[in-house]
T-cell receptor, first 109, second 115 residues
Framework: DAKTTQPNSMESNEEEPVHLPCNHS???????IHWYRQLPSQGPEYVIH???SNVNNRMASLAIAEDRKSSTLILHRATLRDAAVYYC??????????FGTGTSLTVIP | DTGVSQNPRHKITKRGQNVTFRCDPI?????LYWYRQTLGQGPEFLTY????????KSRLLSDRFSAERPKGSFSTLEIQRTEQGDSAMYLC?????????????FGSGTQLSVL
C-alpha cells in the first residue's frame, strides 16, 4: 500500500526547472516524506527526505505543504541524466518503504 | 564505502529449480531489505532484517521463499521450485538505524528469468 499518489509521467525541457508533485492526504504526524529515483537497470537512489520543513540538498529541493498532505520535488535545472522514475514514499518508525509506480520523467534536449 | 553488492547480476533458470541470491550490505548498516520489482512497477517490499533478526515478511513472500542473514552481515534469498511468475528483479537495500528518516542504499539487483 503505497499511500501516495503521483502522476504517471511528466516531461521537461533540458535546463528548465521541474516540479514533481505527490499527494499523501492520509499522512500521519510522524511520517517522513522520501523521494527516490531509479535509472534504467539500476536500483533506486535516494534523492531527499523531510518531515515538515522544506529541505534542500545538492540534488534537489523538497517543498512540503503546510498541512503536509502534499509535497513537491523540485529539480532546479533538469539535465538528461535526470531522466528517471521518481518515487514519493511515506515512512515512519516501524513502517517499511512502500513504493508506488512513481512518475516517469522525460527530459527533452 | 563500496556500496551494496548483489550477486549474481543475472540468473536464468528452468521452472522448478532452486535459486539463491546474495546481498552484501554496506558494512556498518544493520538493516537489510529485500524487494522485488517487475517491469513497469515500483519495488515491492518482501522482507527486512535488523542485524540477524528477520523482523517482517510481506504476504508476497510465499513459503517457497526464504531469507537469511547469518551473523548480521550478508544476506541470502532463496527461491525453491521456481515458477515463471517469479521472474523479476530482486533488489537488496541496506540502511543504518535512524527510524523514519533512514536512507536506503540499494544494490543494482539480480535479474531472475524463469524459463
Amino acid at each position: 500500500d503505497a499511500k501516495t499518489t503521483q502522476p504517471n509521467s511528466m516531461e521537461s525541457n533540458e535546463e528548465e526547472p521541474v516540479h514533481l508533485p505527490c499527494n499523501h492526504s492520509t499522512i500521519s504526524g510522524t511520517d517522513y516524506i522520501h523521494w527516490y529515483r531509479q535509472l534504467p537497470s539500476q536500483g533506486p537512489e535516494y534523492v531527499i527526505h523531510g518531515l515538515t520543513s522544506n529541505v534542500n540538498n545538492r540534488m534537489a529541493s523538497l517543498a512540503i505543504a503546510e498541512d503536509r498532505k502534499s509535497s513537491t520535488l523540485i529539480l532546479h535545472r533538469a539535465t538528461l541524466r535526470d531522466a528517471a522514475v521518481y518515487y514519493c514514499i511515506r515512512s515512519n518508525t516501524g513502517n517499511q518503504f512502500y513504493f508506488g509506480t512513481g512518475t516517469s520523467l522525460t527530459v527533452i534536449p | 564505502d563500496t556500496g551494496v553488492s548483489q550477486n549474481p547480476r543475472h540468473k536464468i533458470t528452468k521452472r522448478g529449480q532452486n535459486v539463491t541470491f546474495r546481498c552484501d550490505p554496506i558494512s556498518e548498516h544493520n538493516r537489510l531489505y529485500w524487494y522485488r520489482q517487475t517491469l513497469g512497477q515500483g519495488p515491492e517490499f518482501l522482507t527486512y532484517f535488523q542485524n540477524e533478526a528477520q523482523l517482517e515478511k510481506s504476504r508476497l513472500l510465499s513459503d517457497r521463499f526464504s531469507a537469511e542473514r547469518p551473523k548480521g552481515s550478508f544476506s541470502t534469498l532463496e527461491i525453491q521450485r521456481t515458477e515463471q511468475g517469479d521472474s523479476a528483479m530482486y533488489l537488496c537495500a541496506s540502511s543504518s538505524r535512524h527510524p523514519g528518516s533512514e536512507k536506503l542504499f540499494f544494490g543494482s539487483g539480480t535479474q531472475l528469468s524463469v524459463l
